[in-house]
């Protein structure tokens, strides 16, 4: 493994960072977890209750970035993938995040932090699963 220097960012990799346990841990303060699968599902789902505070937060993944970009040049994207296979991917985590309870955010950020048994246990089958798909795909299925 060999690490592009032109664009390792510390500093603003840790700001941000920061700035995700920052908010997870207010939203905890306010009874919530900050996990992404959860709140957008109670935006579309049949769920009563509240839910200015889960377009608060939706609307904030996506007036941060373009926020930023005011102040800085945001990376240029490069997806690596077609169609189908970007569909077939959305699909799968999403199954994923209801057969799991949760998704990263909700198990890899909050849950761990709050020291949850079953977070630990979905975080390592997350990133089990993201080790072997890189295997199988980049060493496997590569031409």
């Keep these: 493994m060999t690490v592009d220097w032109n664009v ?5 990799a840790f700001a941000g960072g920061l700035l995700i ?6 939203l905890l303060l306010c009874g919530r977890i900050a996990g992404i699968s959860g709140i957008v599902g ?3 789902g049949a769920r009563h209750g ?5 377009l608060a ?7 941060s970035p373009l926020a930023w970009g005011l102040l800085a040049p945001l990376p240029a994207l490069r997806i690596d993938a077609d169609v189908p296979t970007l ?5 799968l985590v999403g199954v994923g995040t209801r057969y799991g ?3 990263t955010s909700g198990h890899g950020v909050c849950g761990l932090s709050r020291l949850s048994l079953r977070s630990l246990v979905a975080t390592l089958c997350f990133m089990g699963a993201g080790f072997a798909t890189v295997f199988v795909a980049r ?5």
């Design 87 to 91: 569909v077939a991917a959305g699909l």
């Design 42 to 44: 109670g935006l579309l």
């Design 50 to 54: 509240p839910r200015a505070w889960r």
């Design 21 to 26: 346990g920052l908010a997870a841990a207010m």
């Design 139 to 143: 060493h496997l299925l590569a031409a």
């Design 57 to 63: 937060f939706v609307a904030g993944l996506v007036v």
């Design 8 to 12: 390792f960012t510390p500093g603003p």
């Design 101 to 103: 309870a949760g998704c």
